[in-house]
T-cell receptor, first 118, second 119 residues
Framework: AQTVTQSQPEMSVQEAETVTLSCTYD???????LFWYKQPPSRQMILVIR??????QNATENRFSVNFQKAAKSFSLKISDSQLGDAAMYFC???????????????FGKGTHLIIQP | GAGVSQSPSNKVTEKGKDVELRCDPI?????LYWYRQSLGQGLEFLIY????????KSGLPSDRFSAERTGGSVSTLTIQRTQQEDSAVYLC?????????????????FGEGSRLTVL
């Protein structure tokens, strides 16, 4: 079974600084998706960034980028120029790419609470 | 709107009562998921619907939990004889999937959840 581990229950960063959230995962698959979702107090999970395992290039979305290390099964999220609106719970998630029966949804880590200090 | 819609947003009930939580997925999305998020925890998979296939109920914690999806669209999660440990946020998500969904984004789209409090 796949597992996703986020070892930082809480992180704090000064506004405009850069912060990196860690995520490791365990899988025997070679092809899969990895995601970072943001959950603000409104509770809705919002996709921040996604990475396909077969792509070597790290995904970027504006101030958000990932460091994907497939061999190490590591998928960290870097947030540059942190803003107050970035404060939220961040969840790392894994999903296999083929439909092989069973639940093909996301396996989530336990989340990292990101605090932005003004 | 065009997003996943869940109701009620908040539900307070007494121990032993039955509750129903509703999810209206994005139009055209064939896959629908229910997750449970307990305080300070990640998301726990409950049940999965894909088109007309039999649902995957492997995540349901007990036989007090059940779900159905009518017409391949709206889904209802029912919890019978609620217990205090059922208190959580119940999140619904939908996804555009099919037998050959490789090449799609793989993204799940979430609703805002239903917060259930059992007194």
């Amino acid at each position: 079974a796949q597992t996703v581990t986020q070892s930082q229950p809480e992180m704090s960063v000064q506004e405009a600084e850069t912060v990196t959230l860690s995520c490791t995962y365990d899988t025997s698959e070679s092809d899969y998706y990895l995601f970072w979702y943001k959950q603000p107090p409104s509770r809705q999970m919002i996709l921040v960034i996604r990475q396909e395992a077969y792509k070597q290039q790290n995904a970027t979305e504006n101030r958000f980028s990932v460091n994907f290390q497939k061999a190490a099964k590591s998928f960290s999220l870097k947030i540059s120029d942190s803003q107050l609106g970035d404060a939220a719970m961040y969840f790392c998630a894994y999903r296999r790419t083929y439909s092989g029966g069973g639940a093909d949804g996301l396996t989530f880590g336990k989340g990292t609470h990101l605090i932005i200090q003004p | 709107g065009a997003g996943v819609s869940q109701s009620p947003s908040n539900k307070v009930t007494e121990k032993g009562k039955d509750v129903e939580l509703r999810c209206d997925p994005i139009s055209g999305h064939t896959a629908l998921y229910w997750y449970r998020q307990s305080l300070g925890q990640g998301l726990e998979f409950l049940i999965y619907f894909q088109g007309n296939s039999a649902p995957d109920k492997s995540g349901l914690p007990s036989d007090r939990f059940s779900a159905e999806r009518t017409g391949g669209s709206v889904s209802t999660l029912t919890i019978q004889r609620t217990q205090q440990e059922d208190s959580a946020v119940y999140l619904c998500a939908s996804s555009l999937e099919g037998a050959s969904w490789r090449g799609r984004t793989g993204e799940l789209f979430f609703g805002e959840g239903s917060r259930l409090t059992v007194l």
